[in-house]
């Protein structure tokens, strides 16, 4: 109770100040929603909150991160609550918006109480117009509720440093562990910011350790449960990690916990229309001046703070190695991973300027003031221009996508006419979920769609789909219960003669066939006057004219035709190609014991006949070898083509 009264005491002495700080922190994170990134992360988040609303139970876990490993739960249950208010994804993002903006509020009140309200001011108002935290205040994403378990886990510091209160131990420790459920890559800030607690405390409350241990691992219970049923398929993920990631130089990562401070990495965001925005704003690009002297700020700053705060001189630890174990494990140099980093970074840089501000130097203290302003003001700028240009173009061709408004407005209007159907806003959700997470072997899947029907339940859904086509509920869960084991010429047979009776399946058997070929290096094509589809490997070259396609491979051509000819004999031995094929006349061209060519015709595909040639692509001889395997290739073309379904 002691600590509250103290705590309210501040909040009474900083109250003007304190509101300034939402002020600012919350205008930028809750206006522009409409212009919001809402691509298939945030839709799968969202729909995933939103599953028990839908009447199922919670998913045992989130989103594949970019290591490529399952996020455990504990987003979800965050954003529950927030679902329970409002589904649409503007209000969601505009409430963890304000989420943010409370937690730098919070922070502006700790750094009150423990350094100065100065310091307080300076930190708070850098982070509440940081142009990249802002960008990662306003979506649904796991990475935008990082900031308010950070700030928890400075004050636990603070008051176990500062004040010696053992009960923090409990706080830092839950928190902690929901950092990295949230977000793997804050393993190693949690490490490094914890670890020089344990050896620098002598006094350590183990209870409350381990009370902390077992409330931080309590969200992740069914995740464990899930990766044991399933054998740990994330475990092997995580030990491939640094396989995947695409490394960059060691000075690149070194500079990002500077960047991210500032607006370098923007581009990435723009795409192709970064040189668009700097023709338009060409004094928001211009910034990159101001935001450059963070490089001679940020290291500086460090310094008078690891000077001035002995007790607390492990916070300058992370910015300086957590680049250098990123780069040491090979993980993606993402600016997100960097998010971590920012308060202390802020903190540094509000410790900097106050001490140069404090200073009898006249000159000094202009600088300090223009440099501090000059970032202020660059950020406000930058981060409007950023919203205006968005708010005109809808799009950008970069990593942000193209805006939630218009994709809405898209949807909508799709699904106009299901308005009252019960299950209108699980609809609405899942269309913004690509079909590729259908398939039965994708984490999303498995936890959403049962590769097991009954009959019963399998002709319910289909039936479902006879009534409102559009279902992408629907056609995700026939999609998963098709794709499992896997997508095999049997299977899409079987769904190309049920679309004889239910067309709706038509998006279905393409997202079926796209992966099966996909599965198997294979690319399709339809003879132009037949309608017969053709799988052959995508290393191939083929030719299309109206009546004929001619497939390449090496030395060796097969030339398809419609069979217009039943009389072989008018045909040339040489000019013929085909294939053994039992139920047709195959003609084998030998010039001097040598081979030239194999006809068959005709070859029947449904009702449709056709003429086959193999025949050399060049004038050198081909050997027997080689003849016989393409004999082989091509046979299993034949054997697999099958009528169009004009999807």
């Not at 501040?10 to 206006?31: A, C, E, Q």
């Not at 945030?42 to 599953?51: D, G, K, P, Q, S």
């Not at 990631?245 to 500079?255: H, K, L, T, W």
Request: hydrophobic share 45%; charged share 15%; proline share 5%.
């Amino acid at each position: 109770m002691e600590s509250i009264d103290k705590f309210m005491q501040l909040f009474k002495r900083s109250s003007s100040l304190f509101v300034l700080i939402l002020f600012s922190s919350v205008i930028y994170r809750v206006t522009n929603l409409p212009l919001i990134e809402f691509k298939s992360d945030e839709a799968i988040n969202l729909y995933l909150a939103a599953r028990p609303l839908f009447g199922y139970s919670f998913a045992p876990g989130a989103t594949t991160s970019s290591l490529g490993v399952l996020n455990p739960p504990l987003l979800i249950y965050l954003l529950f609550p927030l679902t329970l208010i409002s589904l649409d994804p503007k209000i969601i993002s505009g409430m963890i918006g304000v989420i943010n903006a409370v937690a730098i509020g919070l922070f502006f009140l700790i750094l009150s109480k423990y350094f100065s309200k100065q310091i307080a001011f300076v930190s708070a108002l850098l982070l509440a117009f940081s142009p990249w935290q802002i960008i990662f205040s306003r979506k649904i994403w796991a990475q935008n509720l990082l900031l308010p378990f950070l700030v928890l886990q400075l004050f636990s510091i603070f008051k176990i440093v500062n004040e010696k209160k053992q009960i923090y131990w409990l706080l830092l420790v839950s928190s902690g562990l929901f950092l990295i459920q949230i977000h793997l890559a804050t393993l190693f800030f949690v490490a490094i910011i914890t670890t020089p607690l344990l050896f620098k405390i002598t006094k350590k409350s183990l209870p409350y350790i381990g009370l902390g241990l077992c409330l931080g691992i309590l969200p992740l219970v069914p995740y464990i449960f899930y990766e044991m049923k399933h054998g740990c398929p994330d475990c092997t993920a995580l030990g491939s990690v640094s396989e995947k990631a695409q490394q960059e130089s060691f000075v690149s990562f070194i500079e990002k916990p500077i960047q991210i401070m500032g607006t370098s990495g923007f581009y990435k965001l723009f795409g192709d229309d970064y040189l668009t925005f700097r023709q338009t704003f060409p004094l928001a690009y211009q910034t990159r001046i101001v935001f450059g002297s963070l490089f001679l700020l940020i290291p500086l700053s460090m310094v008078i703070f690891w000077r001035k705060y002995p007790q607390f001189r492990f916070f300058v630890i992370p910015p300086l190695t957590i680049p250098i174990m990123y780069y040491f494990f090979s993980l993606d140099n993402q600016i997100h991973y960097y998010i971590s980093l920012m308060p202390c970074l802020a903190l540094f840089l509000g410790v900097g300027f106050v001490f140069f501000l404090s200073k009898k130097l006249i000159i000094l203290k202009s600088i300090s003031i223009v440099v501090f302003l000059g970032i202020l003001l660059s950020s406000i700028y930058f981060i409007s221009s950023f919203f205006h240009f968005l708010s005109y173009h809808q799009s950008l061709s970069g990593e942000y996508g193209t805006i939630y408004e218009k994709h809405e407005l898209l949807i909508r209007r799709k699904f106009e006419k299901y308005k009252n159907d019960r299950n209108y806003y699980e609809m609405f959700l899942s269309s913004f979920i690509p079909y590729s997470f259908a398939y039965a072997d994708i984490p999303f899947s498995k936890m959403n769609y049962s590769p097991h029907l009954s009959k019963d339940a399998l002709k319910s859904i289909e039936n479902r789909l006879l009534k409102v086509p559009e279902d992408p509920q629907a056609q995700k869960q026939l999609i998963a219960y098709y794709s499992y084991p896997l997508i095999t010429q049997e299977t899409l047979y079987i769904v190309r003669q049920k679309m004889k009776e239910n067309p709706s399946l038509q998006t279905v058997y393409r997202q079926l066939y796209e992966r099966y070929l996909a599965g198997s290096f294979q690319k399709s094509i339809i003879h132009p006057s037949t309608n017969i589809v053709f799988e052959f490997p995508e290393h191939w070259q083929e030719d299309v004219t109206s009546d004929t396609i001619t497939f390449i491979h090496d030395d060796l051509m097969m030339v398809v035709t419609s069979a217009s000819h039943p009389n072989l004999n008018s045909y040339s031995p040489k000019d013929l190609v085909a294939f053994i094929n039992t139920q047709a006349q195959v003609y084998e061209c030998i010039d001097d014991e040598i081979w030239c060519g194999t006809t068959i015709e005709p070859v029947l595909v449904g009702d449709m006949s056709l003429s086959v040639t193999l025949i050399s692509n060049t004038n050198k001889m081909i050997n027997d070898e080689s003849v016989i395997s393409a004999k082989g290739v091509f046979k299993r073309m034949l054997q697999s083509a099958h009528a169009g379904t004009n999807t």
